[in-house]
C-alpha cells in the first residue's frame, strides 16, 4: 500500500492542487460579479441622489414662469440655466434638465445645462410603460437600468426624480445623465475575465490531466526500455561469457593433451567460439554507431552475385548441418555491377539467413528470392525476401522485432541465442539504403522477412577483381596456403605494435612467408628505426595506440622526415580501431591503408601484395 501511494503521489497532489485551483477561480468569479454589481449599485445611488439634488434647484413657480418659447428670453430662464450648468458640474453629470407631461401622453422640455439647444416646448416621443420617468410620475425617484433606455437616449444612464408644488402634486421632472459607456465596458470586460479564467482553468487541469497521462505512459516505456536493457545486458553477459569459456576451457584442455587431433579440435572449437565472440562485439559496436548516429555506409562497385555467393557459402555450411533444405533465385536482371555498399548489404542478407536457420527445425526449408521491381535512370530498386518453415511470429513479436535490445520474445535468446540486435541493425542499414523492411509470418507456419533498397547500376559493367570482393578469407590460426610459403622471402617490413602478443601473432602468421620483420614497441622507436634505415623496409604495419607516440603521430612523423623514401613508403595501420572516422583519420595522417584487428590472414596477405606490387606502368 505504501508503494502504491508513493508511486502515485504525484497523481494524488494533481488532482488537489486542480480541485483547489477549481475552486479559487469559481470563488474568484463570484466575487468579481459581487464587485461588479456593489459598483453598479453604488452608481445608482449616486445618480438618485444627484436627481433628488436636481429637483431642489429650481421650484414649482419658477418652474410654472416657462411655458412658452417667448420665456427663453427672460432673466429669469438665464439664471435658471446657469444653476443648472454649475450643477452639473459640481456633480459630474453630463446633462440635468427639467420636463413636464402633456395632456397628449408627450414630456415638454422646460430648460436643462446645455447652452446650444432651446429647450423650452421641445417634446419626447410617447413613453412606454417601463420607461423610468413613468416611476418619477407617480411620485417614485427611479433610474433607468443597463441596457434599459429611454426611447432615443441609448447609451445614457438616467435618473429621474419628481418636483411637487406646494400641495403634494408632481409637477415635473428632474432628470440627470451620465455616460454608461465605461460602466458597460467595466461589466464586459469583467464578464469576458470571469469567462476567460474559467476556461483557463479547464484548459490547465485538462492539459495537466494530458500531461499526466503522457507522464505515466513515458514512465512506462522507460520502465520497459530498461527492462529491455536490463534483458539486453543479461543476455549479453551471457552471449560473451559462454563463447569466452569455451576459449578459455578449451585452451587448458589442450595445455594439457598430447593428442594431435584433441589439440587440433580444441583450436577448432576455440576458432568458432572466437568467430561467435567477434559477431557479438561487432553488433555490440554497430547498435552503438547507431545510437550515436554514427552509422555510415561505404559506396562502392561490386559485383551482385558475388556477393550474395560469399554470404550463401558461409550461412550454407550451417544449413547442411541441420539438414536444410537451401535454395537461392536471383533475378536476371539485377544489374550484374551496382554501387553501394556490399559490406552492409551483406551483413543484412547473412543476418536474414542466419535467423532463417536458427529457427528453422532439422529437415525444414529456406528459400532466398532476390528480384529487380524496377529501375529508372539506372537507379534500381532490388527487392531480397528469405523465406522459412521455421518456427513463426505472432503479431503481438512483430511489433518489437526491429526494437533495438528486444527480441520478439524474451526466452527467445535462451533457447536459441543471439544478441536481438540483428534486426535493428539490419533495419537501420535498410533504411539508410534508401528502403523498408517487413515481415509476414504465421506461427508454427514459419516466416518471410523480405526489403527492398535502392541501389545504382555502376557506370561500368566490367567484371570487378573478385580477389577486391573476397573478405571471407582465413581466419587467425588458419594454415597459409602452398602458394604463400616464402612468397615474401626478399621483402622486410616494420612492425610499431606495444603489445607482445599482437606482435607474436602476426610474425606466427606470416611466418611461412619468409618476410623479415623488424619490431618497434612504440610509435617513436618507429620513426627512430625508420630514419636510421629507410632503405631496408618496403612498409611499415602502424599500430595506433601506443605509448610514447600514437601511430598518427608516428607516421606524420616519418612523412615530414627528410630521409629517402620517407614518403612513398607504403604505412598500413593494424589496429582495432576500425570505425569510419578512424579509417578517415588514418588516410588523414598519411597511411595508406587500414587492417582491422582481430587479424584477417587473407586481408593482411592481400596488403601485403598491394604493397609490394610495383606502380603501373613500372617494369
Not at 71 to 87: C, G, H, N, T, V
Not at 110 to 128: G, H, Q, R, Y
Not at 521 to 549: H, K, S, T, W
Request: hydrophobic fraction near 40%; proline fraction near 4%; include cysteine.
Amino acid at each position: 500500500m505504501r508503494k502504491y501511494f508513493r508511486d502515485n503521489l504525484a497523481i494524488f497532489l494533481f488532482f488537489i492542487s486542480s480541485f483547489i485551483v477549481l475552486a479559487v477561480a469559481v470563488t474568484t468569479g463570484v466575487m468579481v460579479n459581487s464587485i461588479s454589481g456593489f459598483l453598479k449599485e453604488n452608481v445608482e445611488e449616486r445618480l438618485l441622489s444627484s436627481s433628488r439634488a436636481a429637483a431642489e434647484i429650481i421650484s414649482s413657480e419658477e418652474l410654472g414662469a416657462l411655458v412658452e418659447p417667448a420665456d427663453m428670453d427672460s432673466p429669469l430662464f438665464s439664471e435658471l440655466k446657469q444653476r443648472l450648468i454649475e450643477f452639473a458640474e459640481e456633480t459630474h453629470v453630463l446633462y440635468v434638465y427639467y420636463m413636464r407631461p402633456t395632456e397628449d401622453g408627450l414630456f415638454q422640455f422646460i430648460i436643462d445645462n446645455d447652452l446650444t439647444e432651446d429647450t423650452v416646448n421641445l417634446a419626447t416621443p410617447p413613453l412606454e410603460p417601463e420607461d423610468a420617468p413613468i416611476s418619477a410620475l407617480e411620485g417614485v425617484a427611479t433610474t433607468s437600468g443597463l441596457g434599459n433606455y429611454s426611447t432615443g437616449y441609448t447609451g445614457l444612464l438616467s435618473s429621474f426624480s419628481p418636483v411637487f408644488d406646494e400641495e403634494g402634486r408632481v409637477v415635473a421632472i428632474a432628470g440627470v445623465d451620465i455616460s454608461d459607456e465605461q460602466i458597460m465596458q467595466t461589466r464586459n470586460i469583467i464578464t469576458l475575465l470571469v469567462a476567460l479564467m474559467i476556461f483557463a482553468m479547464i484548459g490547465v487541469i485538462t492539459g495537466g490531466c494530458l500531461s499526466l497521462f503522457l507522464y505515466k505512459r513515458k514512465e512506462k516505456e522507460a520502465r520497459n526500455a530498461s527492462r529491455a536493457k536490463g534483458e539486453f545486458l543479461a543476455n549479453m553477459s551471457h552471449e560473451m561469457r559462454t563463447p569466452m569459456n569455451a576459449v578459455i576451457g578449451m585452451t587448458a584442455i589442450a595445455r594439457k593433451t598430447s593428442d594431435p587431433e584433441k589439440k587440433d579440435s580444441c583450436l577448432k572449437k576455440i576458432e568458432d567460439a572466437s568467430t561467435h565472440l567477434l559477431g557479438v562485439i561487432n553488433d555490440i559496436l554497430d547498435i552503438s554507431k547507431i545510437e550515436a548516429n554514427k552509422l555510415e555506409l561505404s559506396l562502392t562497385d561490386f559485383v551482385f552475385e558475388e556477393m550474395l555467393r560469399r554470404v550463401v557459402d558461409v550461412v550454407n555450411l550451417r544449413a547442411e548441418e541441420k539438414r536444410l533444405d537451401f535454395t537461392v533465385h536471383t533475378d536476371k536482371a539485377i544489374p550484374r555491377v551496382l554501387t553501394g555498399d556490399d559490406q552492409r548489404l551483406a551483413q543484412v542478407i547473412a543476418n536474414l539467413l542466419s535467423n532463417a536457420v536458427k529457427f528453422t527445425p532439422e529437415y525444414g526449408k529456406i528459400r532466398l528470392d532476390a528480384h529487380l521491381t524496377e529501375e529508372n535512370d539506372g537507379l534500381c530498386m532490388i527487392r531480397i525476401a528469405v523465406s522459412d518453415t521455421g518456427i513463426g511470429i505472432s503479431d503481438e513479436q512483430k511489433s518489437r522485432l526491429f526494437t533495438s535490445f528486444e527480441q520478439a520474445d524474451s526466452g527467445t535468446s535462451r533457447k536459441f541465442g543471439g544478441t536481438g540486435l540483428g534486426l535493428a541493425i539490419s533495419k537501420r542499414i535498410v533504411e539508410m539504403m534508401g528502403g523498408t523492411v517487413w515481415v509476414e509470418s504465421t506461427p508454427g507456419r514459419g516466416s518471410v522477412f523480405s526489403f527492398a533498397i535502392r541501389m545504382r547500376r555502376a557506370s561500368s559493367d566490367e567484371k570487378q577483381d573478385s580477389s577486391a570482393l573476397d573478405t571471407a578469407g582465413a581466419t587467425v590460426g588458419e594454415t597459409p596456403q602452398t602458394e604463400e610459403i616464402g612468397c615474401f622471402a626478399s621483402r622486410r617490413i616494420l612492425l610499431a605494435e606495444d603489445i607482445e602478443i599482437n606482435r607474436e601473432i602476426v610474425m606466427s602468421l606470416l611466418e611461412s612467408t619468409a618476410i623479415g620483420i623488424d619490431c618497434a614497441v612504440n610509435g617513436a622507436e618507429a620513426v627512430r628505426m625508420f630514419d636510421e634505415a629507410p632503405a631496408r623496409y618496403d612498409m611499415i604495419f602502424m599500430d595506433l595506440q601506443m605509448p610514447e607516440m600514437d601511430g598518427y603521430e608516428a607516421t606524420r612523423r616519418i612523412r615530414a622526415s627528410d630521409a629517402p623514401r620517407a614518403k612513398e613508403i607504403p604505412i598500413v595501420a593494424m589496429t582495432a580501431n576500425v570505425f569510419r572516422e578512424d579509417i578517415e583519420r588514418c588516410l588523414e595522417a598519411g597511411m595508406n591503408g587500414h587492417v582491422g584487428k582481430p587479424l584477417n590472414l587473407a586481408e593482411v596477405m592481400k596488403k601485403l601484395r598491394e604493397c609490394f606490387s610495383p606502380p603501373a606502368g613500372a617494369p
